[in-house]
């Protein structure tokens, strides 16, 4: 049988990760203590291994495809097919943002304050790569963790990832500059991309994945509207394309179904209430393509 390796994130992104994959319609288990995860898909062999070593491993071919964030894709140069991003982070469906940060009360206030200074960061070639671009020589260390604490006491600076920027605050650091945003990445293997069933293969999960993401943001409504009504509330139902309309048996009526961006429905129905929509129903969605 045709397989296939995928890789994906563990840590920050791994639940996240997962529920979108159970939303796309793969079930996946989690093993204790191992890395090894069992997929109700016998054409896919699933592993987890921390995000900023993904990149490395699908270039090599040890896996055909895998979800890595963008900033780890450049961090490890790594020479990879991006077949989709998927814009989600560990707590939201945002990007996450890399950030260069320093104590409040330091008196670096920009970048060109960074001249001479030491920076401490896991994204060590990112960061060169930045301060190059921007003519600003400082010696940049690599950070085993706990980066946040060393800002200030250790370095002059930072170069962290962040999502909110609350644990930067907590930690009375301030954001003086902004590298690059990031999202992750469906990437595979420029060897196993070239191998047409390891390619469809990877592009239906890859499609898959994309119609769960643009679920999040949707929800199905659905409701019945006197024939006298009709035109006013089409008027103010958005849809992706056109609402479905069909007749009910009472030719007076219609049963009206369409898909809207969910932070308009609270706004919305009620709106639609008001103008004789009549038993509304709204409802999650798993996948939209």
Not at 139 to 146: D, I, L, R
Not at 189 to 206: P, Q
């Amino acid at each position: 049988m045709n397989k296939i390796k995928l890789v994906l994130p563990k840590g920050s992104l791994q639940e996240t990760t997962l529920s979108i994959f159970k939303k796309a319609g793969f079930e996946i288990y989690v093993h204790s203590r191992s890395y090894y995860l069992t997929i109700d898909d016998p054409e896919i062999e699933a592993v987890l291994l921390r995000t900023q070593e993904i990149p490395k491993y699908v270039e090599l071919g040890a896996f055909d495809a895998g979800i890595a964030g963008k900033d780890w894709i450049v961090e490890n140069k790594a020479e990879v097919v991006e077949v989709c991003e998927l814009t989600y982070s560990k707590i939201g469906f945002n990007p996450v943002k890399i950030v260069i940060a320093v104590p409040e009360k330091s008196n670096i206030k920009s970048l060109k304050d960074l001249e001479g200074k030491v920076i401490a960061t896991e994204l060590v070639n990112l960061t060169k790569s930045y301060l190059k671009k921007n003519n600003i020589k400082a010696k940049v260390e690599f950070s085993f963790g706990a980066t946040e604490v060393k800002a200030g006491n250790l370095v002059d600076a930072i170069v962290e990832i962040t999502e909110t920027g609350s644990t930067l605050y907590s930690h009375n650091l301030k954001i003086i500059d902004i590298i690059m945003e990031s999202t992750p990445r469906f990437i595979a293997n420029k060897n196993s991309w070239k191998n047409k069933w390891k390619r469809g293969k990877i592009e239906n999960i890859a499609l898959l994945l994309q119609g769960a993401l643009l679920a999040e943001g949707k929800v199905g409504l659905k409701m019945n509207v006197e024939k006298k009504n009709l035109n006013s509330i089409l008027k103010i139902l958005p849809a992706m394309k056109k609402p479905t309309i069909s007749n009910l048996t009472d030719k007076n009526w219609y049963a009206i179904e369409t898909i809207i961006d969910k932070d308009k429905s609270k706004e919305l129905i009620p709106k639609l209430k008001k103008l004789g929509a009549n038993g509304i129903v709204e409802y999650p969605l798993n996948k939209v393509i």
